[in-house]
């Protein structure tokens, strides 16, 4: 099965759409590649630097493009989702920029309850480890009409 361009999965364009491609989907989760994080014009650096941090907008645009894929898969209308929290974020490295290989970004569904989520992530490169955490979110039900 031919995954979608994440373009078509995720709300961010333009260079804001930090990920390269879906490697893997399933029900469960998602492994996407990036390469973003080495352009000179990536919008989350400052100072010509790319903090790991920025990693969780990544892993942010995974699980977008992973609920995207579930609706589609369910055949449900698109839903929008909000960043509720972030926990126990581990950070593996100072920055993001001075990693030469790709990005593999791993978001894992850990619980689905109603309109609210949660998915642990992992970034990493190569066999390295990155930084991982944990990411809540809320979608936006439509009200009943």
Same mark, same amino acid.
């Given at each position: 099965?031919?995954?979608?361009?994440?373009?078509?999965? +995720?709300?961010? %364009?333009?260079?804001?759409?930090? !990920?390269?491609?879906?490697?893997?989907?399933?029900? %469960?989760?998602?492994?996407? $590649?990036?390469?973003?994080? /080495?352009? &000179?014009? $990536?919008?989350? #650096? #400052?100072? =010509?630097?790319?903090?790991?941090?920025?990693?969780?907008?990544?892993?942010?645009?995974? !699980?977008?493009?992973?609920?995207?894929?579930? *609706?589609?898969?369910? *055949?449900?209308?698109?839903? *929008?989702?909000?960043?509720? =929290?972030? %926990? @126990?974020?581990?950070?593996?490295?100072?920055?993001?920029?001075?990693?030469?290989? &790709?990005?593999?970004? /791993?978001? @894992?569904? !850990? +619980?689905?309850? =109603? &309109? #609210?989520?949660?998915? =642990?992530?992992?970034?990493?490169?190569? *066999? #390295?480890?990155? !930084?991982?955490? %944990?990411?809540?979110?809320?979608? /936006?039900?439509?009200?009943?009409?």
């Amino acid at each position: 099965m031919k995954l979608p361009d994440i373009a078509q999965l +995720v709300p961010q %364009r333009g260079p804001m759409c930090l !990920l390269h491609e879906v490697a893997h989907s399933d029900e %469960r989760g998602i492994v996407c $590649n990036a390469l973003s994080h /080495r352009s &000179p014009d $990536n919008p989350l #650096r #400052r100072a =010509g630097i790319l903090p790991a941090l920025a990693g969780i907008e990544y892993a942010a645009q995974a !699980l977008a493009a992973h609920c995207a894929l579930l *609706q589609r898969a369910h *055949q449900a209308e698109p839903v *929008q989702g909000l960043l509720a =929290g972030v %926990r @126990e974020v581990e950070l593996h490295v100072a920055r993001l920029d001075d990693i030469d290989a &790709p990005l593999t970004v /791993r978001a @894992e569904r !850990l +619980v689905a309850n =109603g &309109p #609210r989520l949660l998915y =642990g992530f992992v970034i990493e490169s190569g *066999q #390295r480890k990155l !930084l991982n955490g %944990r990411v809540a979110v809320v979608l /936006r039900v439509k009200a009943a009409a």
